[in-house]
T-cell receptor, first 116, second 111 residues
Framework: KAGVTQTPRYLIKTRGQQVTLSCSPI?????VSWYQQTPGQGLQFLFEYFSETQRNKGNFPGRFSGRQFSNSRSEMNVSTLELGDSALYLC???????????????FGQGTRLTVV | KQEVTQIPAALSVPEGENLVLNCSFTDSAIYNLQWFRQDPGKGLTSLLL?????REQTSGRLNASLDKSSGRSTLYIAASQPGDSATYLC??????????FGSGTKLNVKP
């Protein structure tokens, strides 16, 4: 059974550019959430999608956006990159339905973004 | 506001020792508590999931407990091995697939 796949694994971008990261969840999982991990702030929640709808959003500026496709694959976009956006971006997939809660989340290997 | 705290931040033990990692959370309205392992530069590997109605879960040498009333969870690792060296993260789920993470405990098991 394939796990959560994130592409690309590594990216180097210049300030002001934009970037798109991709996440393919485990087959059958319809919930995908995104996290940013930095040494200073740790793991912080960006947003969560279920059936192509954003259900939750963290406290990040509007430069961070995402979407989910009908096959549950998700993309995250960051526009006008800043040096502080350098981080490991992780996505997690889960069976999470409307009810009940209590399903396990599985994470991908992450995309390491470096902004120079 | 949901906050998750882990202590200690780092731990170094000799091989074979039993150890306990601690996690505390401020909001008891938690759906799940999940423990993860992260190796340097890698993603998160799920270790144990404790649903809010459960008190503990076990997998091999790992045992995790959850006490919602006191806002605490512990991860017990028996007979530690060098391969257990990693950062251990606990995370509370308060909404669908929305986790609040602790800052982690970096474990070093010396041969």
């Amino acid at each position: 059974k394939a796990g959560v796949t994130q592409t690309p694994r590594y990216l180097i971008k210049t300030r002001g550019q934009q970037v798109t990261l991709s996440c393919s969840p485990i087959s059958g999982h319809r919930s995908v959430s995104w996290y940013q991990q930095t040494p200073g702030q740790g793991l912080q929640f960006l947003f969560e999608y279920f059936s192509e709808t954003q259900r939750n959003k963290g406290n990040f500026p509007g430069r961070f956006s995402g979407r989910q496709f009908s096959n549950s694959r998700s993309e995250m976009n960051v526009s006008t990159l800043e040096l502080g956006d350098s981080a490991l971006y992780l996505c997690a997939s889960s069976l999470a339905q409307t009810t009940p809660r209590g399903t396990e989340a599985f994470f991908g290997q992450g995309t390491r973004l470096t902004v120079v | 506001k949901q906050e998750v705290t882990q202590i200690p931040a780092a731990l170094s033990v000799p091989e074979g020792e039993n150890l306990v990692l601690n996690c505390s959370f401020t909001d008891s309205a938690i759906y799940n508590l999940q423990w993860f392992r992260q190796d340097p530069g890698k993603g998160l590997t799920s270790l144990l999931l404790i649903q809010s109605s459960q008190r503990e879960q076990t997998s091999g040498r790992l045992n995790a407990s959850l006490d919602k009333s006191s806002g605490r969870s512990t991860l017990y690792i028996a007979a530690s091995q060098p391969g257990d060296s990693a950062t251990y993260l606990c995370a509370g789920e308060y909404n669908f697939n929305k986790f609040y993470f602790g800052s982690g405990t970096k474990l070093n098991v010396k041969p």
